[in-house]
Nanobody, 116 residues
Framework: QVQLVESGGGLVQAGGSLRLSCAASTSIFGTNAMGWYRQAPGKQRELVASFISGGRINYADSVKGRFTLSRDSAKNTVYLQMNSLKPGDTAVYYC??????????WGQGTRVTVSS
């Protein structure tokens, strides 16, 4: 069973930065898509940023220009650099990986709280 372990969440003031990490227990080369979702209390889970076909990156409009998705395949790790954080970014952030064949794996989540 593939596992995804997130880290890097925490409490930060508005305008600050955090970097989230997602370490996979297997090679991420076999993923069809991999990235980050978030879910705020009382709201639906939404895409934040994800690698998609051809190595392209899909960003939510709300984070474009502020968040940067990257990966280190040798370390089986993806990162989400979050700058200029806003209170609206407060949520639990979940790493997600979709492998060839349709298998989807979720991390346990890491909490991000942005104070005003």
């Amino acid at each position: 069973q593939v596992q995804l372990v997130e880290s890097g969440g925490g409490l930060v003031q508005a305008g600050g930065s955090l970097r989230l990490s997602c370490a996979a227990s297997t090679s991420i080369f076999g993923t069809n898509a991999m990235g980050w979702y978030r879910q705020a209390p009382g709201k639906q889970r939404e895409l934040v940023a994800s690698f998609i076909s051809g190595g392209r990156i899909n960003y939510a409009d709300s984070v474009k220009g502020r968040f940067t998705l990257s990966r280190d395949s040798a370390k089986n790790t993806v990162y989400l650099q979050m700058n200029s954080l806003k209170p609206g970014d407060t949520a639990v952030y979940y790493c997600n990986a979709a492998f060839y064949g349709g298998t989807t794996v979720w991390g346990q989540g890491t909490r991000v709280t942005v104070s005003s």
